[in-house]
């Protein structure tokens, strides 16, 4: 893949070289986190992000190129090569480019044109493109035969070889590909039969929208519709441009019986071959497109979901709430192992005392720190419970998407064979509030519901995104090589799930990791997946005071160097900002350590095994339980859930999620909430609007806050003109949307 490098360099505006060591060290072996963190020297200091682009540029290209091969030996072996065909494909910029002069070569089922090429009638084709005038209905019965029974039967089959020549022509199909893009709109018209059946899709029963400007949620919305049958789709320009395009290349004399004839011909290419081929090929692009744009909402809310601030090792009383079926509670140790478990019924008025006795008892037996209460059925009762018993401890709500998942999973079997689902739900609940990370791992990404249309988009594509956001994610925070499970181990650069296994067995057999060269020990690591993984597995309280830290054990050298320069142990220098000060940088770059690395060295001894995730933040929602008890007017406090493009989820508190519309986040035109919004946000928000029939709550995060004062004499008009720009970018229905608001009020 070297051989792309001054391409993808060109593209992605870096250094050949940066290019070219990437390619390098991903062809040895490295993974992404290892590539980010430990060889910025070689790649100028690329971040995750751009590595990523340019492994998936260099497949592209590959894909392009092993394309570009088989199109020119296919077409030598049908003989037909020439120097001005090998001219356009090595000018073909693009696979769509390479797809259309490979069109006229390409086997394909027995067409029109075929049939009518078979009956002898590519002559009279020819001659009606030269267009010259002439006596048509006699010219036509001269190829009267067996097959072709009338004048009428022979201009039809020579328009259908016309018809199929536009639709190979490669300078045709490049126009008409520019126009699709700049000029069509994805349409959509409900099937009379089934209006009352696609209610959900009431927003598209008559929907028009430019393809250039269509968000990716709306083109998922359409062609689920479309898919399910309710809706009927179509993507093209006007017609009569269309036509324009190819009656331009194609009619080239005044108006006579072949002009006429040409004419039919470019109206049925297009109609029959062009426009739907195009409409197949812009619908394929569309839906890319969207799935690439939803699948990236889902892995940076993923992202942030996997980062959340942890509460640490503390010892938890964990509840999984219920009504009839009771609370199942669990006890966990400050490593978060299972000390008891028992279920209570706490909205039982009959056994509510029992249950009081019962989890005050709990308290003191097992010293506990916290409450983790699932804010699912129930979990706001639940706590309300909690806070009564007045026992001066901290109370959190735990988000317990996906728990349910995971209890029922072969992990969740393998960690407690002997327990039932309920009791491994509660004690993913706690686990999730100690190390949101370190469970999550545990359960598919898709489960965890913070994405928009992830069963719509392309499977393969949303896992590989997914689970490179885990990875990255895991080995940004670091793991803990004495407590950490298979599952978190499996993530870890250069690991997987069979060495992961491996140092399971091999630290449940020999005891705890004392340092990192052990690893060296285990069955199957090898120096290779030691180089890559080393760095990221911390060992605490361990024989080397660096193996706490991100410091690569490659460089341990240096920093013993640096140390003894100081005349100082390793161990006095962490943490000690006024030696690390004195350490000139320059003086221990060799050839393959440089000054990037040295000072991620400095920053990490620093603050040697620093945990980049926030501190956990106690919340309290208002005294609001259910959808009845939510009202118009009211602001309260939420917080932020799930981000998509069109708005942001926030709980407010009671079962269902409210919905912030993009339009209603900020004063300023956003695009996408992502711009001020993040996961797991604290936010104030105003009710607009409650539908309890379908359960949907209407909010305002900028009807909370004051708006920017608007500005006075001259600038006002400069205001104003912003304003329309602002709504001009907007869609047609968020634009018609926000003014049908402001005209309410």
Do not use: W
């Amino acid at each position: 893949m070297i051989m792309f490098n001054q391409a993808i360099s060109t593209k992605l505006q870096l250094r050949p070289q940066q290019v070219e060591a990437v390619l390098h060290l991903f062809e040895e072996g490295a993974t992404i986190p290892f590539i980010a963190r430990y060889r910025k020297d070689k790649t100028g200091g690329l971040d995750e992000v751009q590595i990523q682009q340019v492994l998936e540029e260099a497949k592209a290209l590959k894909e392009f190129t092993e394309r570009k091969t088989f199109i020119e030996k296919t077409i030598t072996e049908q003989g037909r090569m020439t120097d001005e065909l090998q001219e356009k494909i090595n000018k073909a910029a693009t696979l769509a480019a390479l797809e259309d002069i490979y069109l006229p070569y390409k086997p394909k089922r027995k067409t029109k044109a075929q049939t009518a090429r078979e009956n002898g009638l590519e002559p009279l084709a020819l001659k009606i493109l030269e267009q010259e005038s002439l006596n048509l209905q006699d010219e036509a019965k001269k190829y009267n035969s067996e097959n072709v029974k009338d004048a009428d039967a022979a201009l039809q089959g020579a328009r259908d070889i016309i018809a199929e020549m536009m639709n190979e022509d490669d300078v045709l199909r490049a126009k008409m590909r520019k126009l699709f893009e700049d000029e069509a709109t994805l349409q959509s018209k409900v099937l009379e039969d089934k209006k009352e059946a696609a209610a959900k899709y009431k927003d598209y029963f008559d929907y028009s929208e430019p393809i250039s400007k269509v968000p990716s949620h709306r083109i998922l919305a359409v062609l689920r519709g479309f898919m399910e049958g309710f809706l009927r789709m179509n993507i093209e320009p006007v017609e009569t441009d269309a036509l324009y395009i190819i009656e331009t290349l194609y009619v080239k004399n005044s108006l006579n019986p072949c002009v006429e004839q040409v004419k039919k011909a470019a109206k049925d290419a297009y109609r029959r071959l062009l426009q739907p081929g195009l409409e197949t090929e812009f619908r394929s692009a569309l839906k890319t497109k969207a799935d690439e744009e939803a699948i990236n909402v889902f892995a940076e809310n993923l992202r942030q979901l996997l980062l959340s601030a942890p509460l640490g090792s503390k010892r938890i009383l964990a509840i999984d709430p219920g009504y009839r079926t009771g609370c199942k509670v669990v006890c966990l140790g400050e490593k978060g192992e299972l000390l008891y478990n028992d279920l209570i019924f706490v909205h039982e008025p009959n056994k509510a005392n029992e249950s009081s006795a019962k989890i005050k008892s709990l308290v003191s037996k097992y010293n506990v720190q916290v409450f983790a209460i699932g804010d699912g059925t129930a979990g706001r009762e639940t706590e309300q419970f909690i806070k009564q018993l007045q026992l001066g401890l901290p109370v959190f709500l735990v988000n317990e998407d996906g728990a349910s998942v995971y209890s029922a999973s072969e992990t969740a079997r393998e960690e407690f064979p002997n327990y039932d689902v309920t009791v491994r739900g509660a004690v993913s609940i706690g686990r999730r509030l100690m190390d949101p990370l370190a469970e999550l791992v545990k359960i598919d990404p898709k489960s965890i519901g913070v994405g928009q249309y992830q069963h719509d988009v392309n499977q393969f594509r949303l896992k590989e995104k997914l689970d490179a956001t885990v990875v990255s994610c895991v080995n940004a925070v670091g793991v803990n090589l004495n407590t950490a499970s298979k599952h978190l181990l499996s993530y870890v650069s250069g690991i997987g799930n069979s060495l992961a296994e491996n140092i399971i067995q091999y630290r449940t057999e020999t005891g705890k990791f004392s340092n990192r060269n052990q690893l060296l020990k285990v069955p199957r690591l090898g120096q290779k997946a030691y180089e890559q993984c080393a760095g990221f597995l911390k060992v605490k309280d361990g024989d080397n005071p660096l193996d706490v830290s991100a410091v690569h054990p490659e460089a341990y050298a240096i920093v013993q160097a640096m140390a003894t320069d100081l005349q100082a142990d390793v161990q006095s220098l962490i943490g000690n900002d006024v030696l690390l000060k004195k350490v000139d940088t320059k003086k221990y770059i060799t050839e393959t350590i440089g000054e990037l690395t040295i000072k991620d060295i400095l920053k990490e001894l620093s603050k040697p095994g620093l945990d980049p995730r926030s501190e956990i933040e106690q919340f309290e929602f208002a005294q609001i339980y259910s959808i009845d008890d939510v009202k118009p007017g009211m602001v309260i406090p939420g917080v932020v859930t799930n981000l998509t493009r069109f708005g942001a989820f926030v709980d407010i508190g009671v079962k269902q999620d409210g919905l912030v519309h993009v339009s209603e986040i900020a004063h300023k035109y956003i695009s996408d909430p992502a711009e001020v919004l993040k996961l797991n946000d604290k936010v104030q928000v105003k009710v607009v609007e409650v539908d309890v029939l379908r359960k949907r709550i209407a909010l305002s995060i900028k009807q909370t806050q004051e708006a920017p004062q608007r500005p006075s004499g001259n600038n006002q008009r400069q205001h104003h003109s912003n304003r329309q720009v602002d709504l001009s970018e907007m869609n047609v229905q968020d634009a018609l949307s926000l003014l049908k608001k402001k005209f309410a009020k």
